[in-house]
């Protein structure tokens, strides 16, 4: 089992391979005797998942943490333990994951909107309270393989976990300019999570995939001897296929199935980006191009970094094709680089909307800081402290709250309720009473214990950080100036 991985990571330098084949010990022995829910030993599960790092070229500490990635969650190790075999570094990854696996977003009959908001503040979440993106990369790959087996978990389960996947991993993988991931997450997580739909569309689409599917493969040749014909070199030709849960999505928007060119799309990969130009003028010379749909992503990338040009033609018989064109390095980063790709399509709601603001200056910070680096250190320090003026809390109802860092009990009161600020007798984190002036914490639980009344003090100006609530106190005293 172990040796397939170790091929995998043959490429890596030879101490990081030990420092592999000792987490898979590790593992193996801490995991003896549990099984997985289909009834495979455990350790199949933290193979599996170290096999998907392995693949995205992840560092050897990565793929050792990932091997016990459930080791401290699910075994009688201790940390302690397990820094004292493997050292800091490892086993920070370790319970970065660890921590991780508190979060878990449910959803509740409610508005859309606030559901939203929900996901939003959790994904922002998960970064800062990850500290590394490694941690991130592999609750990812976590998720990965445990969406390929949840075939035999319960209804229930399936649905709850599939939702969970499709509003916070997915995006984060989407954010991470995973598109390869991220679209397989979709498409595992849509039949479970809308099982009517996933049905209905996929009766619709069927016989259309098919024959858009037939029709390419004619075309294909076609197009490859007119550009070999014009000195153009191809180094690959292939026919990709819509994600299903993208165009279940899309066709929210487009109701029309026959409106969507790219169902199926000829994607063709060429050597620079001079020959992307000189292939896209001799398709053009062949096939009428469909007026305004010529989208150069190459002269002006997506908002999220993507590259390609995408030509939409009237190829033989009249037909529309979308045709893409790009390079293997722009091909690369739209499938598993993580500086590509950040979507902007999926916040295609009022760009006025605070929340949307709030969350494209996250994108654009994310993006500069992954930007500033190249893949290699990229992986070493992968610092997730981009919201260092942020701290993330829960109420114990599992909602988040976004506050200032440096926030107090007090704040997250506000921050819930005007009436429960004004109330607030005391609190408890993580269970725990705490005192007013308490710094809160990424990732605990605040529970604020109500009074009978409203009795705000002047005192909490002085300990409260976020201005909301500052203003909150103040509103009060100058509508009751007689109280204390
Ligand atoms: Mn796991």
């Known amino acids: 089992m172990i040796e397939k991985l170790l091929k995998k990571i043959n490429a890596q330098k030879t101490g990081e391979r ?8 590790f593992a193996k022995k801490a995991h003896e005797g549990q099984r997985r829910e289909d009834g495979e030993p455990y350790i199949t599960h933290p193979v599996a998942v170290a096999g998907i790092l392995a693949d995205l070229k992840l560092d050897g500490p990565a793929i050792a943490a990932c091997l016990m990635h ?9 940390e302690e333990e397990m820094e004292k075999e493997f050292g800091k570094e490892v086993t920070f990854l370790v319970k970065g994951v ?11 009959p409610g508005i859309k909107a606030k559901q939203n908001l929900k996901a939003q503040s959790l994904r922002k979440m998960f970064f800062a309270m990850a500290e590394d993106i490694r941690v991130i990369l592999i609750k990812l790959a976590d998720r990965y393989h445990n969406m390929s087996t949840l075939r035999t978990c319960s209804p229930e389960k399936r649905k709850r976990i599939s939702l969970e996947t499709l509003e916070i991993y ?8 995973m598109g390869q991931i991220k679209g397989d997450l979709e498409d595992m997580a849509f039949a479970h999570a809308y099982p009517e739909e996933y049905k209905l569309l996929l009766s619709k689409i069927k016989d259309k995939y098919a024959d858009r599917q037939n029709y390419l493969e004619k075309v294909k040749p076609i197009v490859m001897k007119n550009l070999s014909e014009n000195k153009i070199k191809v180094l690959d030709a292939h026919a990709r296929a819509k994600h299903y ?3 279940y999505k899309k066709l929210q928007k487009v109701s029309d199935l026959d409106r969507i060119h790219d169902l199926v799309a000829l994607r063709i990969i060429l050597p620079d980006i001079s020959s992307c130009y000189e292939a896209l003028g001799i398709i053009h010379k062949n096939y009428k191009p469909l007026p305004g749909l010529i989208k150069d992503y ?3 990338p997506k908002l999220n970094g993507y590259r390609s040009i995408h030509a939409t033609v009237f190829a033989e018989e009249g037909r529309i094709l979308e045709i893409q064109l790009r390079t293997p390095e722009m091909h690369e980063h739209a499938e598993n680089g993580i500086a590509a790709h950040w979507s902007y399509s999926e916040s295609n709601k009022n760009k006025l909307h605070t929340a949307d603001i709030k969350e494209a200056q996250w994108i654009a910070q994310l993006k500069n800081w ?3 680096s190249d893949n290699q250190e990229l992986y070493q320090s992968l610092r997730t402290n981009f919201f260092n003026d942020r701290v993330f809390v829960l109420t114990p109802k599992g909602e988040v709250k976004d506050l200032p860092e440096g926030s107090t009990p007090l704040d997250f009161a506000y921050a819930v309720h005007t009436d429960l600020g004004h109330s607030t007798k005391g609190a408890k984190v993580n269970g725990r009473m705490v005192s007013f002036d ?3 914490k990424n990732g605990q639980i605040v529970e604020i214990i109500k009074g009978k009344v409203k009795k705000p003090s002047r005192d909490w100006l002085g300990l409260v950080k976020s201005s909301e609530a500052r203003r909150r106190i103040q509103s009060w005293f100058n509508a009751n100036p007689k109280s204390s």
């Open 98 to 108: 660890t921590k991780l696996a508190g979060l878990t977003y449910q959803e509740e």
């Open 70 to 78: 459930d080791v401290l969650e699910d075994t009688k190790i201790t």
């Open 170 to 177: 997915a995006p984060i993988a989407e954010r991470l300019g």
């Open 438 to 440: 308490y710094q809160l």
């Open 245 to 247: 849960y993208s165009l």
């Open 18 to 25: 030990d420092l592999i084949a000792r987490a898979f010990d």
């Open 298 to 300: 190459l002269a002006m």
């Open 370 to 372: 992954l930007k500033a």
